[in-house]
């Protein structure tokens, strides 16, 4: 599961597009706190660049991952606060 959280206004999220969701500022994968399901993609942007830190990190290491300025965030590893400058996006395989 992923949740991550702009350190700003819950509006920060937008262009958002597949599967993910946002709640009080923080972007989740589907069925987020649960298990997500394979083959899911989401992107999203913040309105400014704006540092972002997880509630929760927890991807299939090898498979799955979060994509942010070009560097590739997956099984628990994330750091403590990265600002994006461009768009992010995740990604489940299809196993």
Not at 42 to 64: K, Q, V, W
Not at 74 to 92: N, R
Request: with cysteine.
């Amino acid at each position: 599961a992923l949740g991550i959280s702009a350190e700003g206004s819950p509006a920060a999220w937008q262009n958002m597009n597949g599967s993910c969701t946002v709640s009080g500022g923080c972007w989740m994968s589907p069925n987020f706190p649960n298990p997500y399901g394979a083959g899911e993609t989401c992107r999203a942007e913040l309105s400014a660049p704006m540092p972002i830190h997880a509630e929760h990190f927890n991807t299939e290491s090898g498979y799955d991952f979060l994509m942010i300025n070009g560097v590739r965030y997956e099984g628990t590893s994330f750091p403590g606060s990265v600002t994006p400058q461009g768009p992010i996006t995740w990604q489940s395989d299809v196993s």
